[in-house]
């Protein structure tokens, strides 16, 4: 079938029979060339993005299993001083493992903003607290004078550590999940 065929020889005297069609011939390997090019320059460059990904994601997992003790005994004392607590209570605190993990919870994404949100607000009630404090207890015995404006208050933040509380408790299920 392929008696007397020479691959180079007869390509070349084709090319030669048909003009023009050298050009195009030179238009398509230059059109492949480029997409080659490009591809080889671009693989690299997409591992890497996938590497640095990887290691993002595993990263935050790392992160999550340490924040999520504290979270929960966060949660615990959040609960209690809901239950129990009183205004002239000492403020529910965040505990300072945690503060200090705040600036890595952008690797959480959406959960790590829930759970910065959740630490203001527990900050926020305590200042609040503390403010009503100041003024409501002399030599550590409450002024019970001052306890009928310290209800409004204290029912603030109550509501403020309720929203917190779902805050946190959506934190634990994504990151259980």
């Known amino acids: ?3 007397g065929f020479q691959f180079p020889k007869t390509i070349l005297i084709w090319f030669e029979a048909h003009p023009g069609s050298a050009g195009w011939m030179q238009a398509i390997v230059a059109g492949i ?3 080659a090019v490009y591809l080889a320059a671009t693989i690299p460059v997409r591992a ?41 209570d000492a403020p ?6 945690l503060i200090s993990k705040t600036d890595q919870l952008y690797l959480l994404g959406e959960i790590g903003g829930r759970l910065l949100q959740a630490i203001g607000m527990v900050n926020g009630v305590a200042a609040q607290t503390r403010r ?4 409501a207890i002399s030599n550590g015995v409450p002024i ?17 550590l309720r929203l917190c509380l779902m805050n946190l408790d959506e934190v634990i299920r994504k990151i259980q999940t």
């Open 48 to 88: 890497e993005a996938k590497a640095r990904e990887a290691e993002r994601r595993l990263r935050a997992w790392g992160l999550a299993l340490l924040l999520i003790p504290k979270i929960i005994i966060l949660k615990g004392e959040i609960e209690s001083c809901i239950e129990s607590g009183t205004i002239y």
């Open 1 to 3: 079938m392929f008696q």
């Open 33 to 35: 060339a480029i997409v």
């Open 132 to 135: 009503y404090q100041a003024v």
């Open 144 to 160: 019970l004078g001052k306890a009928a404006a310290g209800m409004p208050i204290w029912q603030n933040n109550l509501a403020t």
């Open 92 to 97: 529910v605190q965040v505990p300072t493992s």
